[in-house]
């Protein structure tokens, strides 16, 4: 693997992370304005049945998948990858790889439609041309928008 290749990989890396930490950071807030609209809802008391329930799903869901300890974990690992692109100078190619290896082993469970989206910021960061570049369905672009 030669180092442009390993770079981009970085590359990659990070701006998957970087995707994956803006996704779940809004859904760990969207979930938390539901819940206190909600919350209010019940106090003006609009249908506290209705929304007693919606509050229990919604910190069902925040619980289960715990989007805001997710955000964080790969805010951190988007600085890793970060740092290694930054510093990738000052290692042999054999380091580098070596680094890499070790930041993938504990990448986080990234949704497979930020994948795409991935592909396509580090191409456009690589300076592919852009008729070479990763065309996005629709539903890809709508989640672009949606997570920077």
Known sequence: MSRDEIKDRILYGYYLEQLYTTATGRLDRLFS?????????????????FFGVMIVIISAVQSTYQFGKQSAGAAKQSFEYLRLFTNEARFSDADLKAKLIELESIDNNIWSCLKPIALRKTQIKMDLPVENQ???????TLLRLLCG
């Open 33 to 49: 304005v539901l819940t206190l609209i909600f919350g209010s809802a019940i106090v003006l008391k609009a249908n506290p049945f």
């Open 134 to 140: 990763e065309k996005l369905s629709r539903l890809s």
